[in-house]
T-cell receptor, first 116, second 114 residues
Framework: NAGVTQTPKFQVLKTGQSMTLQCAQDMNHNSMYWYRQDPGMGLRLIYYSASEGTTDKGEVPNGYNVSRLNKREFSLRLESAAPSQTSVYFC???????????????FGDGTRLSIL | AQSVSQHNHHVILSEAASLELGCNYSYGGTVNLFWYVQYPGQHLQLLLKYFSGDPLVKGIKGFEAEFIKSKFSFNLRKPSVQWSDTAEYFCAVNDGGATNKLIFGTGTLLAVQP
């Protein structure tokens, strides 16, 4: 049982380049999330998808786009990378959707992204 | 807007010392509360959660947390830490809304010295 799988694990980009971070979960979860983790700032939500076919902005969506390709997969795209987007990106999934939920989120191993 | 505060940014303890990490949240309604741990180079893992019932919650690896509603707090405790507890600890709150979004604190980096 792989849980949440993210690819790639590491990536170096030049300013202005684009790339897509991939995330897949095999737990049949409805909800998926993308976070960025920066020193001293904890995790901040970029985008989330409460269910297949829906996506919504989180706390820091600027410069990113997402696609919920199907129930398993949720990708994050940087169209024109900037140095301020250097960070560690985590994908997560959870069972909870629609209404009150106490289900925890399950996290992937992260993608360490550096933009020069 | 909701927020989560972790006032201890960096804690250094010796093995066998007791641990208490503070977490306060700002939200007046019903909440679910979580503590996650991130060991060096790894992803976040759930330590424990509270959503109702006994306000003293026990988690994995000997950790526990107490929910005090009147103080909007959910502090993490462990009676005797080990070197292997060296990690970053995050408190998070879920407002129970339709999307199960989590608001994270900024984290507390714990270093346990052998």
């Amino acid at each position: 049982n792989a849980g949440v799988t993210q690819t790639p694990k590491f990536q170096v980009l030049k300013t202005g380049q684009s790339m897509t971070l991939q995330c897949a979960q095999d737990m049949n979860h409805n909800s998926m999330y993308w976070y960025r983790q920066d020193p001293g700032m904890g995790l901040r939500l970029i985008y989330y998808s409460a269910s297949e076919g829906t996506t919504d902005k989180g706390e820091v969506p600027n410069g990113y786009n997402v696609s919920r390709l199907n129930k398993r997969e949720f990708s994050l795209r940087l169209e024109s990378a900037a140095p301020s987007q250097t960070s560690v990106y985590f994908c997560a999934s959870s069972e909870g959707t629609g209404g009150y939920s106490n289900q925890p989120q399950h996290f992937g191993d992260g993608t360490r992204l550096s933009i020069l | 807007a909701q927020s989560v505060s972790q006032h201890n940014h960096h804690v250094i303890l010796s093995e066998a010392a007791s641990l208490e990490l503070g977490c306060n949240y700002s939200y007046g309604g019903t909440v679910n509360l979580f503590w996650y741990v991130q060991y060096p180079g790894q992803h976040l893992q759930l330590l424990l959660k509270y959503f109702s019932g006994d306000p003293l919650v026990k988690g994995i690896k000997g950790f526990e947390a107490e929910f005090i509603k009147s103080k909007f707090s959910f502090n993490l405790r462990k009676p005797s830490v080990q070197w292997s507890d060296t990690a970053e600890y995050f408190c998070a709150v879920n407002d129970g809304g339709a999307t199960n979004k989590l608001i994270f604190g900024t984290g507390t980096l714990l270093a346990v010295q052998p």
